[in-house]
């Protein structure tokens, strides 16, 4: 039996933090300590920003981004490319394609992929929403930015399937060598990829 070392909101905090993707226990434990030991520049305005969050975080209904206000941000911009759609996962996928600031068009995030040894078939995810979107007839293309898993490329089929009849050009993201990749640290799959997805230089 181990022996509690702090009072129980200490603990509970520490367990709450190593729910968190990326902490296990032990960096639970440290963030925690580190929180608590600069309460005031960091554990006060951390319990606020987050008490302000659970009240005014939002999921938007027309594409499945993470903002405070539904529609969210994206959507309502008018200098986005409204003909332009992109198919993510995830919201942070979405995130870090915005990160990359290479397009400027609108997304759709499906909140997972499909995986029928997880009980994750197409209603568990948001591609009703999607098909609506896509057959409004705005949408010109549609950009299908999975990851490259075997969940990933299933999901990708049967969305290509799913939006076969509008007439819509229907593109993924190439895959291979990553920028400044060395060939001899890839792996053969990402090699063969590469191979496969080659363009005229």
């Known amino acids: 039996m181990s022996k509690r070392i702090a009072g129980p909101e200490i603990e509970r905090l520490i367990q709450l933090l190593a729910k968190v993707p990326g902490l296990g226990p032990r960096s639970a434990r440290r963030a925690a300590l580190h929180l608590i030991k600069k309460k005031e520049q960091l554990l006060v305005p951390l319990a606020d920003a987050m008490g302000e969050a659970v009240d005014k975080v939002r999921i938007c209904s027309n594409c499945g981004n993470v903002d405070t206000v539904d529609p969210c941000t994206i959507c309502t911009d008018p200098r986005r490319d409204g003909a332009t759609l992109i198919v993510v996962e995830d919201v942070a996928d979405l995130w870090a394609l915005e990160r990359a600031g290479a397009m400027n068009a609108l997304y759709h995030v499906l909140g997972g992929t499909l995986s029928p040894l997880d009980g994750i078939g197409p209603d568990q995810l948001n591609i009703k929403q999607l098909v609506s979107r896509v057959s409004e007839g705005e949408i010109k293309e549609i950009i299908i930015a999975v990851n490259a898993t075997v969940e990933g490329q299933t999901t990708a089929h049967y969305l290509t399937d799913q939006l076969a009849d509008f007439?819509?050009?229907?593109?993924?993201?190439?895959?291979?060598?990553?920028?400044?990749?060395?060939?001899?640290?890839?792996?053969?799959?990402?090699?063969?990829?590469?191979?496969k997805s080659r363009t005229v230089f």
């Open 167 to 195: 007439g819509v050009k229907i593109t993924r993201l190439a895959h291979g060598v990553p920028v400044g990749g060395e060939l001899d640290y890839l792996d053969e799959g990402t090699l063969a990829a590469a191979l």
